[in-house]
């Protein structure tokens, strides 16, 4: 006779739901975050006067890109080192404490997506700026063939996971959130609305 217990069925776990963010809303967002640069470019070059032009230069290219040229070269120091080095400090200043708090830029949390570590959780600043976005900026400060590792980073997106190169290098993806994320009660994830107040 058999007196032990019958087991107890394995507690269900919902399937996983695939939460990684469209083709769509990462494009729109890559635009919406190149349109705040451009415009915040577009403030600073007005502030150094490069912006004035000869309305008779104007209507010729080339007469209105050697003007241009003069212009740049005709700044001070620290004028040149501030026009080299905006883009960067326009970047912190617009996107620095959306992605150390919700690892979002401005046009990702506008469209309601984020970038997240593997397992569904915010990831720590430093890395997130070291390994995902340090590494796009030196490659794409690489002479002749910058713009093309470029390219290649952003291509890898339409592989099956959908992450560009960066993504792997920095171990994180980009997920939608509108999109719950299923987990058992067992697992170390962060809960989805934890990332977005």
Known sequence: MNDQAPESPPPYTPPPVDNTASYGRRLGAFLLDGLFMMIAMMFLM???GL???DP?????PEAMQAALIAKLGALS??????LTMFPFIAFFGMHGYLLSRYGQTIGKRMLGIAIVTMDNRVPPFFQLISQRYLTQWLAGMVPVIGILL??????????PDRRCIHDHLARTKVIDLRIPVVQSPD???APSNSLIV
């Open 46 to 48: 007005q502030y150094l």
């Open 51 to 53: 912006t004035e032009m």
């Open 56 to 60: 008779e230069k104007a209507k010729d």
């Open 77 to 82: 120091n620290g004028q040149k080192t501030i």
């Open 150 to 159: 470029r390219l290649v980073d952003i291509l890898a997106i339409f592989r």
């Open 187 to 189: 697992a170390a994830v």
